[in-house]
């Protein structure tokens, strides 16, 4: 079973917009954390943000901000004010402290930002 | 501070042959992971080393092997290449194992089996 879930294959929004790529994941394990990662076509993935299970608060880091409800499982990233440069495959992923600790990652959300 | 870096960047090889893919984390990291990113199947974990030591392995036949010196830079080694081993073979540095809150990636090995 997929254990992180992107919806959405690809996505466009307009220069200046906001924008929103769903995530959904699936565990048994209280603690957790999940992360997005952003991957241009050069290939290096990127860390944006990161969430933990036990975090009271939405996790922001500038222009990006991580809309975390626990109870849906779901953690989706949100972009504020789309910059040309946003263009790129946005993976998220989830990481389980139980097991084996290792990073399993969505199919991604190819995001394309319209001048 | 110098990021994770690559090497090579682009590889081709035939069918049998096989090949090292070389990777130095950011100074001071500890832990080197190897992924796998093909389209069909997306990014799929190959192994992690900590320390030098083997920490956590993904579901790949024996043929992927790697090795962590130790001043942190890691090899991995595809023995017996096939044509679906064409991939970008991605690495990720952390201060701790299993990536700790962020993992820092490098550019990637683009390899080609023709």
């Known amino acids: 079973a997929q254990k992180i879930t992107q919806t959405q294959p690809g996505m466009f929004v307009q220069e200046k917009e906001a924008v929103t790529l769903d995530c959904t994941y699936d565990?048994?394990?209280?603690?957790?954390?999940l992360f997005w990662y952003k991957q241009p076509s050069s290939g290096e993935m990127i860390f944006l943000i990161y969430q933990g299970s036990y975090d009271q608060q939405n996790a922001t880091e500038g222009r990006y901000s991580l809309n975390f409800q626990k109870a849906r499982k779901s953690a989706n990233l949100v972009i504020s004010a789309s910059q040309l440069g946003d263009s790129a495959m946005y993976f998220c992923?989830?990481?389980?402290?139980?097991?084996?600790?290792?990073?399993?990652f969505g199919r991604g959300t190819s995001l394309i930002v319209h001048p | 501070k110098a990021g994770v870096t690559q090497t090579p960047r682009y590889l081709i090889k035939t069918r049998g042959q096989q090949v090292t893919l070389s990777c130095s984390p950011i100074?001071?990291?500890?832990?080197v992971s190897w992924y796998q990113q093909t389209p069909g199947q997306g990014l799929q974990f190959l192994f992690e080393?900590?320390?030098?030591?083997?920490?956590n392995k993904g579901n790949f036949p024996g043929r992927f092997s790697g090795r962590q010196f130790s001043n942190s830079r890691s090899e991995m080694n595809v023995s017996t290449l096939e044509l679906g081993d064409s991939a970008l073979y991605l690495c990720?540095?952390?201060?701790?194992?299993?990536?700790?809150?962020?993992?820092?990636f490098g550019q990637g090995t683009r390899l080609t089996v023709v």
């Open positions: 080393y900590f320390s030098e030591t083997q920490r």
């Open positions: 990720a540095s952390s201060l701790e194992t299993g990536g700790g809150i962020a993992a820092f």
């Open positions: 992923a989830m990481r389980e402290s139980g097991g084996s600790y290792i990073p399993t």
């Open positions: 565990t048994s394990d209280p603690s957790y954390g």
């Open positions: 100074s001071g990291h500890r832990s």
